[in-house]
Protein backbone atom coordinates (compact mmCIF):
# COMPACT_ATOMS: atom_id res chain seq x y z
CA UNK A 1 0.00 0.00 0.00
CA UNK A 2 3.04 2.51 0.84
CA UNK A 3 4.87 1.28 -2.38
CA UNK A 4 1.64 2.16 -4.20
CA UNK A 5 1.41 5.26 -2.69
CA UNK A 6 4.50 6.49 -2.83
CA UNK A 7 4.67 5.43 -6.97
CA UNK A 8 1.85 7.03 -7.20
CA UNK A 9 3.54 10.27 -5.14
CA UNK A 10 6.48 10.26 -7.81
CA UNK A 11 4.07 9.95 -10.94
CA UNK A 12 2.08 13.18 -9.74
CA UNK A 13 4.91 14.77 -9.07
CA UNK A 14 6.79 13.93 -12.43
CA UNK A 15 3.24 15.43 -14.78
CA UNK A 16 3.45 18.71 -12.24
CA UNK A 17 6.75 18.63 -13.27
CA UNK A 18 6.95 18.35 -16.75
CA UNK A 19 3.42 20.68 -17.15
CA UNK A 20 5.21 23.08 -15.38
CA UNK A 21 8.48 22.97 -17.04
CA UNK A 22 6.86 22.57 -20.75
CA UNK A 23 7.90 25.26 -23.38
CA UNK A 24 4.57 26.69 -24.67
CA UNK A 25 4.08 27.58 -28.19
CA UNK A 26 5.30 30.85 -29.70
CA UNK A 27 2.55 32.66 -31.03
CA UNK A 28 5.06 35.29 -33.48
CA UNK A 29 6.30 31.47 -34.98
CA UNK A 30 2.48 30.25 -35.28
CA UNK A 31 1.34 33.70 -36.85
CA UNK A 32 4.68 34.09 -38.76
CA UNK A 33 2.91 33.53 -42.04
CA UNK A 34 0.50 36.28 -41.34
CA UNK A 35 1.66 39.10 -39.08
CA UNK A 36 4.27 39.90 -36.38
CA UNK A 37 3.14 39.36 -32.94
CA UNK A 38 4.66 41.48 -29.48
CA UNK A 39 3.86 43.46 -26.99
CA UNK A 40 3.59 47.50 -26.38
CA UNK A 41 3.58 49.77 -22.93
CA UNK A 42 6.81 48.07 -21.78
CA UNK A 43 7.62 51.27 -20.05
CA UNK A 44 6.21 50.03 -17.19
CA UNK A 45 8.21 49.15 -13.64
CA UNK A 46 7.25 45.79 -13.22
CA UNK A 47 8.02 44.91 -16.92
CA UNK A 48 11.43 46.91 -17.09
CA UNK A 49 12.04 44.88 -13.57
CA UNK A 50 11.21 41.52 -15.31
CA UNK A 51 13.21 42.88 -18.86
CA UNK A 52 16.02 43.37 -16.47
CA UNK A 53 16.13 39.77 -14.92
CA UNK A 54 16.74 37.21 -17.40
CA UNK A 55 15.27 34.23 -15.14
CA UNK A 56 12.31 36.28 -14.57
CA UNK A 57 8.68 34.93 -16.30
CA UNK A 58 8.66 38.56 -17.50
CA UNK A 59 12.00 38.42 -19.75
CA UNK A 60 10.85 34.57 -20.93
CA UNK A 61 7.62 35.75 -22.14
CA UNK A 62 9.25 38.89 -23.98
CA UNK A 63 11.75 37.14 -25.67
CA UNK A 64 9.91 33.88 -26.77
CA UNK A 65 6.88 35.26 -27.60
CA UNK A 66 7.46 38.40 -29.67
CA UNK A 67 8.92 39.71 -32.90
CA UNK A 68 7.84 43.36 -32.48
CA UNK A 69 7.90 45.41 -29.80
CA UNK A 70 6.77 48.78 -29.45
CA UNK A 71 8.87 50.63 -27.08
CA UNK A 72 6.62 53.50 -25.48
CA UNK A 73 9.60 55.95 -23.51
CA UNK A 74 8.92 58.95 -25.98
CA UNK A 75 6.23 60.36 -24.37
CA UNK A 76 7.54 64.08 -24.97
CA UNK A 77 7.04 64.92 -21.45
CA UNK A 78 9.79 62.29 -20.33
CA UNK A 79 11.82 63.36 -23.53
CA UNK A 80 11.95 67.01 -23.45
CA UNK A 81 10.19 68.10 -20.04
CA UNK A 82 11.71 71.43 -20.79
CA UNK A 83 12.72 73.58 -24.04
CA UNK A 84 16.18 72.91 -23.23
CA UNK A 85 16.62 69.68 -22.26
CA UNK A 86 16.07 66.60 -23.84
CA UNK A 87 16.40 63.43 -21.39
CA UNK A 88 16.93 59.79 -22.69
CA UNK A 89 17.32 58.11 -19.19
CA UNK A 90 14.10 56.44 -19.29
CA UNK A 91 14.64 54.85 -22.40
CA UNK A 92 18.10 52.82 -21.03
CA UNK A 93 16.53 49.93 -19.19
CA UNK A 94 13.91 48.80 -22.32
CA UNK A 95 16.89 49.89 -25.00
CA UNK A 96 19.20 47.79 -23.00
CA UNK A 97 16.99 44.68 -22.98
CA UNK A 98 16.05 45.14 -27.19
CA UNK A 99 19.78 45.53 -27.52
CA UNK A 100 20.52 41.60 -26.63
CA UNK A 101 17.59 41.02 -29.67
CA UNK A 102 18.51 42.59 -32.74
CA UNK A 103 16.06 40.58 -34.49
CA UNK A 104 13.10 42.39 -32.77
CA UNK A 105 11.43 44.80 -34.88
CA UNK A 106 11.01 48.49 -32.43
CA UNK A 107 8.38 50.97 -32.22
CA UNK A 108 8.72 54.39 -31.30
CA UNK A 109 6.04 55.52 -28.98
CA UNK A 110 4.92 58.11 -29.45
CA UNK A 111 5.95 62.02 -30.53
CA UNK A 112 3.17 64.03 -29.76
CA UNK A 113 0.51 63.27 -28.30
CA UNK A 114 -2.57 65.89 -28.74
CA UNK A 115 -5.38 64.40 -26.49
CA UNK A 116 -2.96 64.28 -23.22
CA UNK A 117 -1.96 68.19 -22.13
CA UNK A 118 0.67 66.39 -20.06
CA UNK A 119 1.93 64.74 -23.03
CA UNK A 120 1.51 67.16 -25.65
CA UNK A 121 4.31 69.60 -25.35
CA UNK A 122 2.56 72.65 -25.14
CA UNK A 123 5.13 73.88 -22.47
CA UNK A 124 7.11 74.58 -26.09
CA UNK A 125 4.63 77.26 -26.97
CA UNK A 126 4.76 79.69 -23.98
CA UNK A 127 7.67 82.06 -23.58
CA UNK A 128 8.89 82.87 -19.93
CA UNK A 129 6.43 85.61 -19.76
CA UNK A 130 3.30 83.29 -20.75
CA UNK A 131 3.69 84.50 -23.84
CA UNK A 132 2.52 82.65 -26.95
CA UNK A 133 5.35 81.92 -29.42
CA UNK A 134 4.85 82.89 -33.11
CA UNK A 135 3.84 80.18 -35.96
CA UNK A 136 7.39 80.05 -37.49
CA UNK A 137 8.91 79.90 -33.80
CA UNK A 138 6.14 76.92 -33.05
CA UNK A 139 7.55 75.06 -36.38
CA UNK A 140 10.84 75.60 -35.39
CA UNK A 141 10.16 73.24 -31.86
CA UNK A 142 8.01 70.70 -33.58
CA UNK A 143 10.52 70.25 -35.93
CA UNK A 144 13.46 70.21 -33.37
CA UNK A 145 11.43 67.49 -30.91
CA UNK A 146 10.43 65.39 -33.66
CA UNK A 147 13.88 65.41 -35.38
CA UNK A 148 15.98 64.91 -31.99
CA UNK A 149 14.05 61.79 -31.39
CA UNK A 150 13.50 60.19 -35.08
CA UNK A 151 17.10 61.21 -35.69
CA UNK A 152 19.22 59.79 -32.75
CA UNK A 153 17.68 56.42 -33.32
CA UNK A 154 17.75 56.88 -36.75
CA UNK A 155 18.16 53.03 -38.45
CA UNK A 156 17.46 51.63 -35.19
CA UNK A 157 13.90 52.25 -34.99
CA UNK A 158 11.62 50.49 -38.24
CA UNK A 159 8.09 52.39 -36.94
CA UNK A 160 7.15 55.78 -35.09
CA UNK A 161 4.39 56.37 -33.87
CA UNK A 162 4.53 59.92 -34.98
CA UNK A 163 1.07 61.02 -33.61
CA UNK A 164 -0.84 59.68 -31.58
CA UNK A 165 -4.88 60.63 -30.29
CA UNK A 166 -5.07 63.61 -32.64
CA UNK A 167 -8.40 62.96 -33.56
CA UNK A 168 -11.74 64.64 -31.94
CA UNK A 169 -15.11 63.39 -33.31
CA UNK A 170 -16.84 66.06 -31.48
CA UNK A 171 -14.78 69.00 -33.19
CA UNK A 172 -16.36 69.96 -36.92
CA UNK A 173 -12.69 69.38 -38.50
CA UNK A 174 -12.16 66.62 -36.65
CA UNK A 175 -8.61 67.61 -35.53
CA UNK A 176 -8.39 68.00 -31.16
CA UNK A 177 -8.29 71.94 -30.13
CA UNK A 178 -5.03 72.38 -28.90
CA UNK A 179 -2.09 75.11 -28.85
CA UNK A 180 -0.47 73.69 -31.26
CA UNK A 181 -3.81 74.17 -33.92
CA UNK A 182 -4.32 77.52 -32.65
CA UNK A 183 -0.56 78.91 -33.39
CA UNK A 184 0.42 76.68 -36.34
CA UNK A 185 -2.93 75.37 -37.46
CA UNK A 186 -4.05 71.85 -38.28
CA UNK A 187 -0.99 71.48 -40.51
CA UNK A 188 1.01 71.02 -37.58
CA UNK A 189 0.08 67.28 -38.60
CA UNK A 190 1.72 67.21 -42.08
CA UNK A 191 4.43 68.99 -40.54
CA UNK A 192 5.48 66.84 -37.32
CA UNK A 193 4.98 63.81 -40.08
CA UNK A 194 7.15 65.52 -42.52
CA UNK A 195 9.80 66.30 -39.84
CA UNK A 196 10.13 62.28 -39.25
CA UNK A 197 10.23 61.68 -42.49
CA UNK A 198 13.46 63.78 -43.18
CA UNK A 199 15.05 62.77 -39.74
CA UNK A 200 14.40 58.97 -41.25
CA UNK A 201 13.55 58.43 -44.37
CA UNK A 202 13.33 54.66 -44.10
CA UNK A 203 11.49 54.52 -40.94
CA UNK A 204 7.49 54.30 -41.23
CA UNK A 205 5.53 56.65 -39.58
CA UNK A 206 2.26 56.14 -38.36
CA UNK A 207 -1.09 57.32 -36.69
CA UNK A 208 -2.37 55.61 -33.76
CA UNK A 209 -5.64 56.24 -32.28
CA UNK A 210 -8.63 54.83 -29.99
CA UNK A 211 -11.98 53.73 -29.99
CA UNK A 212 -11.04 53.60 -33.82
CA UNK A 213 -14.20 51.17 -34.88
CA UNK A 214 -16.92 54.37 -33.78
CA UNK A 215 -18.36 55.27 -37.20
CA UNK A 216 -17.72 58.96 -36.56
CA UNK A 217 -13.94 58.66 -35.65
CA UNK A 218 -13.38 56.09 -37.85
CA UNK A 219 -14.72 57.99 -41.12
CA UNK A 220 -12.49 60.97 -39.50
CA UNK A 221 -9.19 58.95 -38.87
CA UNK A 222 -9.69 57.49 -42.55
CA UNK A 223 -9.74 61.32 -44.03
CA UNK A 224 -6.80 62.33 -42.14
CA UNK A 225 -4.44 58.91 -42.85
CA UNK A 226 -5.67 59.37 -46.61
CA UNK A 227 -4.73 63.38 -46.98
CA UNK A 228 -1.49 62.32 -45.52
CA UNK A 229 -0.67 59.90 -47.39
CA UNK A 230 -1.97 61.99 -50.44
CA UNK A 231 1.27 63.69 -49.34
CA UNK A 232 3.42 60.61 -49.25
CA UNK A 233 4.02 61.15 -45.17
CA UNK A 234 2.58 57.87 -43.43
CA UNK A 235 3.38 54.69 -43.81
CA UNK A 236 0.34 53.19 -41.11
CA UNK A 237 -2.19 53.33 -39.07
CA UNK A 238 -1.98 51.92 -35.57
CA UNK A 239 -5.58 50.91 -34.03
CA UNK A 240 -4.87 50.75 -30.35
CA UNK A 241 -7.54 48.13 -29.82
CA UNK A 242 -8.69 48.93 -25.94
CA UNK A 243 -11.72 46.63 -25.98
CA UNK A 244 -14.16 45.21 -23.78
CA UNK A 245 -15.85 41.55 -23.52
CA UNK A 246 -18.65 43.50 -26.06
CA UNK A 247 -17.14 46.61 -27.46
CA UNK A 248 -16.58 46.52 -30.38
CA UNK A 249 -18.76 43.76 -31.83
CA UNK A 250 -17.65 41.78 -34.38
CA UNK A 251 -19.21 43.17 -37.23
CA UNK A 252 -18.46 46.92 -36.16
CA UNK A 253 -14.59 45.86 -35.65
CA UNK A 254 -14.33 44.48 -39.37
CA UNK A 255 -15.92 47.41 -40.55
CA UNK A 256 -13.55 49.28 -39.76
CA UNK A 257 -10.69 47.13 -40.57
CA UNK A 258 -12.45 47.14 -43.89
CA UNK A 259 -12.30 50.68 -44.39
CA UNK A 260 -8.99 51.31 -42.89
CA UNK A 261 -7.74 48.28 -45.37
CA UNK A 262 -9.06 50.48 -48.21
CA UNK A 263 -6.08 53.18 -47.35
CA UNK A 264 -3.74 50.76 -48.22
CA UNK A 265 -1.39 51.29 -45.61
CA UNK A 266 -0.09 49.01 -43.10
CA UNK A 267 -2.17 48.77 -40.09
CA UNK A 268 -0.85 47.65 -36.43
CA UNK A 269 -2.82 46.33 -34.01
CA UNK A 270 -0.52 48.42 -31.50
CA UNK A 271 -2.47 48.58 -27.89
CA UNK A 272 -4.30 45.20 -26.99
CA UNK A 273 -6.24 44.54 -23.68
CA UNK A 274 -9.64 43.35 -23.23
CA UNK A 275 -11.38 44.75 -20.15
CA UNK A 276 -13.58 42.18 -18.37
CA UNK A 277 -14.44 44.10 -15.23
CA UNK A 278 -14.94 47.62 -15.49
CA UNK A 279 -17.50 47.65 -13.01
CA UNK A 280 -15.55 46.04 -10.84
CA UNK A 281 -18.19 43.15 -9.79
CA UNK A 282 -15.69 40.72 -9.99
CA UNK A 283 -13.06 39.99 -7.18
CA UNK A 284 -11.13 36.90 -8.70
CA UNK A 285 -11.04 35.53 -12.66
CA UNK A 286 -13.31 32.73 -12.73
CA UNK A 287 -13.56 30.03 -15.12
CA UNK A 288 -16.76 31.15 -16.89
CA UNK A 289 -15.47 34.96 -17.11
CA UNK A 290 -11.45 32.95 -18.23
CA UNK A 291 -13.80 31.52 -21.25
CA UNK A 292 -15.40 34.66 -22.33
CA UNK A 293 -12.26 36.28 -22.24
CA UNK A 294 -10.60 33.43 -24.29
CA UNK A 295 -13.59 33.24 -26.77
CA UNK A 296 -13.33 37.09 -27.03
CA UNK A 297 -9.61 36.82 -27.77
CA UNK A 298 -10.22 34.10 -30.77
CA UNK A 299 -13.16 35.70 -31.92
CA UNK A 300 -10.54 39.18 -31.90
CA UNK A 301 -8.12 37.23 -33.51
CA UNK A 302 -10.31 35.28 -36.29
CA UNK A 303 -10.85 39.45 -37.47
CA UNK A 304 -7.22 40.14 -37.66
CA UNK A 305 -6.10 37.38 -38.84
CA UNK A 306 -8.76 37.96 -42.18
CA UNK A 307 -6.96 41.10 -42.85
CA UNK A 308 -3.62 39.57 -42.69
CA UNK A 309 -1.28 41.11 -45.17
CA UNK A 310 -2.74 44.75 -44.47
CA UNK A 311 -2.51 43.93 -40.79
CA UNK A 312 1.00 43.76 -40.38
CA UNK A 313 1.51 43.31 -37.09
CA UNK A 314 -0.70 42.61 -33.54
CA UNK A 315 0.70 43.69 -30.00
CA UNK A 316 -0.81 43.67 -26.54
CA UNK A 317 -0.34 46.40 -23.86
CA UNK A 318 1.73 45.02 -21.97
CA UNK A 319 2.48 41.68 -20.93
CA UNK A 320 0.68 39.81 -17.63
CA UNK A 321 -2.21 41.00 -15.86
CA UNK A 322 -0.07 42.18 -12.96
CA UNK A 323 0.79 45.37 -15.03
CA UNK A 324 -1.67 46.14 -17.19
CA UNK A 325 -2.66 49.63 -16.89
CA UNK A 326 -5.96 48.94 -16.82
CA UNK A 327 -5.82 48.23 -13.31
CA UNK A 328 -5.41 52.00 -12.44
CA UNK A 329 -7.78 52.69 -15.23
CA UNK A 330 -10.09 54.74 -14.68
CA UNK A 331 -9.95 54.45 -11.15
CA UNK A 332 -8.16 51.23 -9.02
CA UNK A 333 -10.20 48.01 -9.55
CA UNK A 334 -8.64 44.20 -10.40
CA UNK A 335 -8.97 42.87 -13.80
CA UNK A 336 -7.53 40.08 -16.42
CA UNK A 337 -7.27 41.83 -19.92
CA UNK A 338 -4.12 39.73 -21.15
CA UNK A 339 -3.10 36.35 -22.19
CA UNK A 340 -0.40 35.52 -19.26
CA UNK A 341 -1.97 35.88 -15.81
CA UNK A 342 -0.05 37.56 -12.92
CA UNK A 343 1.90 34.91 -11.95
CA UNK A 344 2.88 34.99 -16.23
CA UNK A 345 1.17 31.48 -16.73
CA UNK A 346 -0.49 31.53 -20.19
CA UNK A 347 -4.41 32.08 -20.28
CA UNK A 348 -6.85 30.04 -21.59
CA UNK A 349 -6.86 33.11 -24.01
CA UNK A 350 -3.53 32.57 -24.81
CA UNK A 351 -4.30 28.65 -25.94
CA UNK A 352 -7.49 29.81 -27.82
CA UNK A 353 -5.84 31.77 -30.22
CA UNK A 354 -2.57 29.66 -30.25
CA UNK A 355 -5.05 27.01 -31.75
CA UNK A 356 -5.06 28.09 -34.82
C1 LIG B 1 -2.84 55.41 -24.65
C2 LIG B 1 -1.41 55.52 -25.12
C3 LIG B 1 -0.53 54.49 -24.49
C4 LIG B 1 -0.74 54.39 -22.99
C5 LIG B 1 -2.21 54.27 -22.66
C6 LIG B 1 -2.45 54.21 -21.18
O1 LIG B 1 -3.46 54.29 -25.13
O2 LIG B 1 -1.30 55.40 -26.51
O3 LIG B 1 0.79 54.75 -24.78
O4 LIG B 1 -0.16 55.47 -22.35
O5 LIG B 1 -2.91 55.37 -23.24
O6 LIG B 1 -2.07 55.37 -20.53
Known amino acids: MIVKQCVLAVALFLQIYSVASQEIPSLPTIFSDKFKFGFGGL ?9 ADSSSPIFKIVTTQSNILSVNCFYPRQVQPNQADFKWDQCAPLLAYTKQFPEKTLRGHALLWPSNPKNNLEWLLVDANGKKVDREEAIKRLRTHIQT ?19 D ?3 SDGIRASLWKDIIGPQFIEIAFSAAREADPKAKLFYNDFNEWRPKKREMIYA ?6 SKGLIDGLG ?56 KRYKELFGIYLKYAGQITAVM ?41
Open 316 to 356: TFNVTDASSWLRYHPKPHLTWPLLFDAQGKPKAAFWAIADR
Open 239 to 294: LQQHVTLTEPTAIELDRAISRFAELGVEIHVTELDVEVNRDGRYTELTAELDQQLA
Open 224 to 229: LVKHLK
Open 169 to 171: PNQ
Open 149 to 167: IVGRYKGQFQYWDVLNEVI
Open 43 to 51: NDQVVRKGL
